[in-house]
Structures are given as C-alpha cells and as structure tokens.
C-alpha cells in the first residue's frame, strides 16, 4: 500500500511516500480501516525530529488522526463492520492495566500514539483495536453531514482540548479562560470547548488575522501577543483579579507571564512546552493564591465518546485549514513546520 513515511529522524526531506505492506487482522479484536483522509498534528514534527526514548523501526509511516471505511474486523468484533464510516482515538491503551481498568486511559502504562509509536494513519490502510474505534455521527439536519476531512481532523486535539477543560481544569460556565496561541489545533478546539460550556475567552495569537478568525469562532477578547503585555493586558480586564483557568502549550516562553495573570484559585493546564520544558515556580504564591498546575495529555475512552457524542450533537467541528492530495503529503508537514495554519491540516487518501 501508499504511505507517508519517514526514513529516519532528521529534516522534512525525510519523509517521502513509499510502498509498505498493508497491515492485517491478526488478533481478535482489531479492525482494519481503508482511510479516506489524515490529518497532522504537531506531534507529527516531533517524531520526525526524534524524541528522547523513542525507538522507531524505518520506514515508519506518520500521522496520528485519521478515518475511513472498516474493511475488515477480528474475532468478536460488534461494535462496527466492514462498510461503516468511522474515526478513532488514536490513543492505544493496553485495556488491562490498573490505569485502564479504572478507565485512565491515557495514563496506560503501555500508552501508545497511532503516527508516534505505532504506524500512523497517512496510509492506505490502518490496524486499531475495537475499543478505539466509533462510527461518524450524523449532526441533525440541517447541518451538513461530516466530511472525511472534518472526521480525519476531529480526534486527536479534541480529546486533549476537552480533558485539559472539563476534567482537569473543571472549567465552569462564567469563569475566565485564557488560551494562548489560538492557531493551534488544541487551542482552536479549546476556544470551541470553552465557548460551549459558557466560559468567557481571552486568546492570544501573533497574527490578526487568526485573531479575526477566533472571533467568528466565538473568542470574546483577543490580544495579538507580538504587540501587547498579555499578563498586564489580562490584569487590566480583569480588574486585576486575572483569569480563572489558563491552557498552555507553549512552555518556557509563556509561562512567566501566565502565572503573572492566574487568578486566587486559578487553574493552569499544561498539555505541550513546544518552546522548551523547563520553567520555575514561586511556592509562596503557589500555596497562598492556592493555584492547580495541571498536566494533561489525551484522553480517556468515555472521554472520547462524549467528544463523539457531541461532533454528533453539531455543537463541535474540526476547523480545517489545507487539504492536500496524497501525493503532496509531504508539502503538508511543511506547512505545519511553518506555522501559518489556522486549523487542521488534512491529507486526503485515495479511494
Ligand atoms: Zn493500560
């Protein structure tokens, strides 16, 4: 089968589409899905570069979201058959660890990412174990119908959206919330997720025209962070009581000023440090302002169905950026490399 692969870590010039064998049912359980479409995600940069303890064999196909059509099904498969539409959690639990068992899915000790750990979805074909796999809802009329490329986009950043705000930060309506960088995929959703639970959103970005883009999307202030005091900016709104919740992905070139505008009893919720990991903490005004720092990373299976349930419901849909033709997969992991994206960046696999 075609795939997007990578032939070693390094550069983008590593990764080039190839002939691979497709993958079959081996163990009961698993289905098999004919990809129609693929989406990338930062993370996809990442494994090209390398990450500490990260083991790959080469060719590694690339891609954590996707979805498709099941084609094939394993021993006592009922959830799905071949012919339905579906898209999946692209996080692999072992389903029998202490964690799973009592349903933290993402703190599996055996956790795997589909595009990461396991060959991902920039494929012809792709192996996921039942569990992960759900049907592509139907929003009610008249909403349009999912597309293969809003299914592809859905998965991976609203499951990490939805955990940072609802079971972790335990973001409640009315409260503040302030999410940085709002081109990115998790904070795109986590505008759309905060929006929905009536929360009032500050979001920041360096482009004004992803700022524009945000308040159509329903960001009540944005601040473009190239030209403003985001903290001092955040205090002044808030009549110096700062925001309630804060999401983080950035890291070492943020984190200063999120904790100068975490408010008394404020939550900050961390899923990336794509600007560096390392960063300090005032323990004084940690323990007197009683904040909660919060890591964060995917999401449980219930997790996941409720996001489903409400792609279904209409109330939330991937923000897609470029779809690209399969064979300019490898001008889509460019473009990420760049970052001027303002939503998902889609690959479309042949039918
Ligand atoms: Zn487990």
């Given at each position: 089968m075609q795939a997007v692969v990578?032939?070693?870590?390094?550069?983008?010039?590593?990764?080039a589409i190839a002939d691979v064998p497709a993958p079959v049912v081996r163990r009961p359980g698993d289905v098999r899905v004919r990809l129609r479409a693929a989406a990338l995600n930062h993370l996809d940069l990442w494994t090209v570069r390398g990450l500490p303890g990260l083991e790959l064999t080469f060719p590694h196909i690339l891609g954590g979201d996707g979805a498709g059509v099941v084609d094939a099904v394993g021993e006592g498969v009922t959830r799905v058959r071949p012919g339905d539409a579906v898209l999946f959690n692209p996080g692999i639990s072992c389903y029998r660890c202490e964690h799973c068992l009592a349903g933290q899915h993402s703190l599996c000790v055996e956790y795997k990412l589909l595009g990461e750990h396991l060959p991902g979805t920039l494929a012809e074909f792709i192996v996921v174990p039942e569990p992960n796999v759900y049907p592509v809802p139907t929003p009610p009329a008249p909403l349009p119908a999912i597309t293969w490329p809003e299914a592809a986009a859905f998965s991976l950043v609203t499951i990490t959206a939805w955990r940072m705000l609802v079971?972790?930060?335990r973001l409640r309506p009315g409260e503040t919330v302030l999410i940085w960088g709002v081109g990115g995929g998790v904070s795109s959703t986590a505008l759309q997720i905060a929006t929905l639970l009536g929360a009032h959103t500050i979001v920041t970005s360096s482009s004004d025209a992803k700022l524009a883009k945000a308040r159509e999307l329903g960001a009540n202030v944005t601040l473009n962070h190239t030209q403003v005091d985001v903290a001092k900016e955040v205090r002044r709104l808030t009549d110096q009581r700062g925001v309630d919740v804060i999401v983080e992905?950035?890291?070492?070139?943020?984190w200063e000023q999120s904790l100068r505008m975490l408010g008394r009893g404020g939550r900050l919720v961390t899923?990336?440090?794509?600007?560096?990991p390392k960063v300090t903490v005032d323990l004084r005004r940690l323990f007197w302002f009683q904040w909660d720092i919060l890591g964060s990373t995917m999401g449980t299976a219930d997790e996941y169905r409720e996001i489903v349930h409400l792609l279904g419901q209409g109330h939330l849909r991937p923000v897609i950026d470029t779809v690209f033709p399969f064979a300019r997969a490898p001008e889509a992991f460019r473009r990420m490399a760049e970052g001027d994206q303002l939503g998902k960046l889609v690959v479309e696999v042949p039918a």
């Open positions: 990578l032939r070693g870590h390094g550069e983008l010039s590593q990764v079971t972790r930060a992905n950035v890291g070492a070139a943020t899923c990336g440090a794509t600007t560096g």
